[in-house]
T-cell receptor, first 112, second 112 residues
Framework: DQQVKQNSPSLSVQEGRISILNCDYTNSMFDYFLWYKKYPAEGPTFLISISSIKDKNEDGRFTVFLNKSAKHLSLHIVPSQPGDSAVYFCAASAGDDYKLSFGAGTTVTVRA | NAGVTQTPKFRVLKTGQSMTLLCAQDMNHEYMYWYRQDPGMGLRLIHYSVGEGTTAKGEVPDGYNVSRLKKQNFLLGLESAAPSQTSVYFC???????????FGEGSRLTVL
């Protein structure tokens, strides 16, 4: 049973607009959340993370929001650029068990 | 900077054949991991290692074996391949337990 769910397999957004990617989790023990980005024929690369003691973390155009009560996090990309077209994976870990649980991924396409 | 290198990149096997995927990292990382990626399933951890000479089971270990004889190498073996093992396999490494994962480019395995 998947503990991290990305219910939108794909997202299409116009260049310059905001991309919002959503992720839900079921394990209340998760306390560290990450987003990885993957281009075709490449391995995933780390993008941004957030600890459960925070509700927001920002890094340039990328912001991750965490809503612990709803067990939901989102990734905002503003403004979206063509180079952001990729698959984005949400991942989570719990306490000292640092093994990551990954979502199925969301494919983002940024239209010119 | 090679980072994490996986060989081979592609392989086609017949049911019952055996093979080994090699992962090599040049970052002196202690921790290494093998994941598989399947459509709609995200990345699932097969086995991992917390140091040279150690291995541990992940989420989906059945049908696979691993070895970490040298710190820089992590081998994933399939003794008797099955069609259910058709997947893209990713190796990753990290400096610390819970640290950022660095992934290889992936190995696409097809079992007929």
């Amino acid at each position: 049973d998947q503990q991290v769910k990305q219910n939108s397999p794909s997202l299409s957004v116009q260049e310059g607009r905001i991309s919002i990617l959503n992720c839900d989790y079921t394990n209340s023990m998760f306390d560290y959340f990450l987003w990885y980005k993957k281009y075709p024929a490449e391995g995933p690369t780390f993008l941004i993370s957030i600890s459960s003691i925070k509700d927001k973390n920002e890094d340039g155009r990328f912001t991750v929001f965490l809503n612990k009560s709803a067990k939901h996090l989102s990734l905002h990309i503003v403004p979206s650029q063509p180079g952001d077209s990729a698959v984005y994976f949400c991942a989570a870990s719990a306490g000292d068990d640092y093994k990551l649980s990954f979502g199925a991924g969301t494919t983002v396409t940024v239209r010119a | 900077n090679a980072g994490v290198t996986q060989t081979p990149k592609f392989r086609v096997l017949k049911t019952g054949q055996s093979m080994t995927l090699l992962c090599a990292q040049d970052m002196n990382h202690e921790y290494m991991y093998w994941y598989r990626q399947d459509p709609g399933m995200g990345l699932r951890l097969i086995h991992y290692s917390v140091g040279e000479g150690t291995t541990a089971k992940g989420e989906v270990p059945d049908g696979y074996n691993v070895s970490r004889l040298k710190k820089q190498n992590f081998l994933l073996g399939l003794e008797s391949a099955a069609p259910s093992q058709t997947s893209v396999y990713f190796c990753a490494s990290s400096y610390s337990w819970g640290g950022e994962l660095f992934f290889g480019e992936g190995s696409r395995l097809t079992v007929l």
